[in-house]
C-alpha cells in the first residue's frame, strides 16, 4: 500500500493507494467520528462493492443509498435524496458519509456532507481512474445546474481518500480512458517526465499493469496534493488544474450531461487549448501531436462536436467559474508540462481552433 | 448610526444600526467586491424597499431575484431559483448576494451564496424584527426539509449586516410579535439586566418607540456577536442561543411550515423549556410566570398545540441538530439569565412539561 498526504493544517487527509483497499478497515475506521455511517454509492458500483465495504465498517451502524449513475442525476435532486435517507435514519452531526463511486458520487456525497446540518465528515473510497487521479482528492464538491457544469457546491475537504486500485479491473473501458484524460493533462500542466512516461507506458496502462497503474495514479495524486497545498481554494495555481475543462465542460453542458463523458470533454478541450497554444506560439507542431497521439492511444476523442462552433462554445463557457468581469480565462499550455491562465485571447483565433477540430459531418 | 463588530479575524465584519439606512451607500458599497450585484428578496418586501435598495446600489450592475414571501418556500427549489436568476445574468465568483427580507430571505440567500460557484460574497439588509436581532448576525444559512428545519445549509458569514430600523414601521405586528421571541430568548438565556429591561419596556417595544428599539437591537447584535465570536461553529456556547428550538421547531415542522411563524414556535418552545426548568428545580414559578407573562404581553403564544402530544414531539426533534447519539439534547434556562445544554432529562418529565401547556381543545 502506497500513502500520501494532503497537507492543509487542520484539514489534512491520508490518501491510500492499493490492491484490496476496500476492505482495509483501517483505511476507514480511524477516520469514522460517531457511530454512524452512510454509504452512498450508485447502482452500477453498488453490485460490486457495496457488501464488502459493509463487511469493512461493520463495527459500525451502517445504512446505505444508492444512486442513480450519471452525469445526469448530479444535481440538488440527487443531493435532496441524500438528505432525505440521512434523516430518515435519524442521523446526527457525527455521522460520516463515505463515497464509494467515481467522480459523480464523490461530488454529491461530499456536497451532501458539506450540506447536511450545515457540515458532517465524509470518506472518498474511489472506484474509477477518474475519481483515483482527480476528483477524488482536493475537497471540490457539488452538483451541476441545466445552465452550468458545477455551479453549486463547496470546498469541503474529506477525512480520508482510499484508492483501491482492484476497482479498474471491474471498470468499463470508456470509463478507464475518460481517467486517462485527466492522467494526460497532468503531464501536459505540469510534468513533462511524466508526460514521456506515460508515452512509453500507455500500453501497459490500457492493459491494467498494477506496477504502472500504481505509479500512475500516485504521481497524479502527489500532483494534485501539491497544488491543492499550496492553493486550496484557487485563487491561483489551482487553476491550472482546469487545462480542459472549459472548453470540455462547454461540450458537456451543450451535448446534454452524460452524452460525452468528463473525461471525454476534457481530452477534446486540451486538444483545443493545445491547438490555441500552437497559434500563440506557446507549442510546436510536433508537440501538438505527441498531445492527440497519446491521447488517441487512451481511446480518447481529439475532436470537438460537428455541431458546436465558436459561438456556441461561448455561449457555455460564459458561465466558467474561472470568468472574471465577463472575460473567459482560458487555462493554455505552454510547451509540454507547462501552463498558464491567459484572459486576453483574441476571439478569432479560440474561433479558428475550434474550426481546425470541428468533426466533419 | 450605531455601528457593532462581529470579530471573527479575517471572516469579522460590522453590523450598521439606525434609521434611513437601505439609502446609505456607505454600508453597503465597500462590502461589495466587483460589479455585480443580485438583490434577492420576497414578493412582500420588494414593493417596499427594493427601488430604494437599488437606488442606493446604482454604481454596481444591479440585479434581483423576487421569492414567494413564507417559511414554506425555504426549501432547495428556492436556492435553485436564485442561482438560475444568477447565471441567466452571467454573474461571477466576484458577484455579491444581497438579501432584502427577513430571516427565510437571508437564510437562502447566504445558502445561495454560500453554494454558487463554491462560495460568493453577500450582504444581510435585514427588514424584519427577527433578522435584526438574530438571522441575520452569526452566519448560519440553510433551507429546510420535509422531514427537519434547517437540515441542509452552511455556515458562511456576511460582510456586513445593515439593519434599517425603519423597516419595522412596514412590518407586519405578527411579525413583530415573533421577533421578540428572539428579543425574549437573549434575556433569559444570557442577561437578567435585559429581561427587566425588557419588562420595563416592553410597551414602548410594542408602540415602535424608536430609542427602545435602537437598545434592544443593539443588545441583541451585541449578544450574539460575543456568542459567536466565542463559538463560530456551534462546539459551545452558541448552542445556548437555541432556547426554546427544538421544540419550536417541532412545532413548526408538524404544523407545516409557515403555519406557525418561527418565532412563534420559539415562545411556545421557550415556555417548555421553562416549565422543564422548574420541574428540574433550575427555575421558580415566579421566574416561569415573568416569561410567560412577557412573551404575553408581546401577543406570543405561551401554549403548545393541542394535537401535539409528547411522541410526536419526539419524533419531530429526534432530527435536532443537537442530537447526540441518538439523545436530545435540551437548552434549559438556569433561572432567568442563565441557560444549559442537557441530554439526560427523564422523557416523562419533558412529558408531562408537554401536557400541562397543551392547549384545551
Redesign the interface.
Known amino acids: 500500500m502506497e500513502q500520501l498526504k494532503v497537507d492543509l493544517g487542520s484539514r489534512s487527509y491520508p490518501i491510500f493507494i492499493g490492491s484490496g483497499l476496500i476492505s482495509a478497515a483501517d483505511c476507514f475506521a480511524p477516520y469514522v467520528r460517531?457511530?454512524d455511517v452512510m454509504i452512498v454509492s450508485n447502482e452500477t458500483v453498488a453490485p460490486l462493492y457495496l457488501e464488502k465495504l459493509e463487511k469493512t465498517l461493520s463495527g459500525f451502524n451502517v445504512h446505505s443509498v444508492i444512486l442513480k449513475d450519471g452525469e445526469q442525476y448530479k444535481n440538488?435532486d440527487g443531493?435532496?435524496s441524500i438528505?432525505?435517507a440521512l434523516?430518515?435514519n435519524?442521523a446526527?452531526?457525527?455521522v460520516t458519509l463515505v463515497a464509494l463511486g467515481g467522480g459523480v458520487v464523490g461530488d454529491m456525497t461530499g456536497f451532501a456532507a458539506?450540506?447536511?446540518?450545515?457540515?458532517v465528515d465524509f470518506i472518498q473510497c474511489a472506484t474509477t481512474l477518474l475519481a483515483h487521479v482527480d476528483s477524488s482528492v482536493g475537497g471540490?464538491t457539488?452538483v451541476n445546474?441545466p445552465?452550468?457544469k458545477n455551479?453549486?457546491?463547496?470546498?469541503h475537504q474529506p477525512k480520508s481518500v482510499v484508492i483501491d486500485t482492484d476497482t479498474l479491473r471491474t471498470l468499463d473501458r470508456r470509463q478507464l480512458s475518460a481517467g486517462l484524460a485527466e492522467v494526460i493533462k497532468y503531464g501536459i500542466m505540469w510534468d513533462s517526465d511524466f508526460f514521456r512516461f506515460l508515452e512509453d507506458s500507455m500500453d501497459s496502462i490500457m492493459s491494467l499493469d498494477e506496477e504502472s497503474l500504481v505509479r500512475t495514479i500516485k504521481t497524479c495524486c502527489s500532483i494534485k496534493a501539491e497544488v491543492v497545498h499550496e492553493d486550496e481554494?484557487e485563487s491561483g495555481v489551482r487553476a491550472l488544474l482546469n487545462l480542459g475543462h472549459t472548453f470540455g465542460h462547454a461540450i458537456e453542458c451543450h451535448e446534454g450531461y452524460g452524452v460525452w463523458l468528463h473525461g471525454e470533454g476534457v481530452a477534446a478541450g486540451m486538444v483545443c487549448a493545445a491547438r490555441v497554444a500552437v497559434y500563440l506560439g506557446r507549442m510546436s507542431e510536433d508537440e501538438f501531436r505527441r498531445i492527440t497521439a497519446l491521447l488517441e492511444r487512451a481511446s480518447l476523442p481529439v475532436q470537438v462536436p460537428a455541431d458546436m462552433n465558436y459561438d456556441i462554445f461561448y455561449e457555455n463557457m460564459?458561465?466558467d467559474?474561472k470568468?472574471?468581469?465577463?472575460r473567459i480565462r482560458y487555462v493554455i499550455p505552454d510547451g509540454i508540462g507547462h501552463a498558464g491562465v491567459l484572459d486576453d485571447i483574441p476571439a478569432e483565433l479560440v474561433s479558428r481552433a475550434i474550426e481546425d477540430l470541428r468533426k466533419k459531418c
Open positions: 460517531g457511530r440538488l443531493i435532496e438528505i432525505t434523516l430518515r435519524d446526527g452531526r457525527d458539506a450540506c447536511y446540518q450545515r457540515g471540490k457539488g445546474h445552465l452550468g455551479m453549486i457546491g463547496a470546498f481554494r460564459i458561465h467559474k470568468v472574471r468581469n465577463g
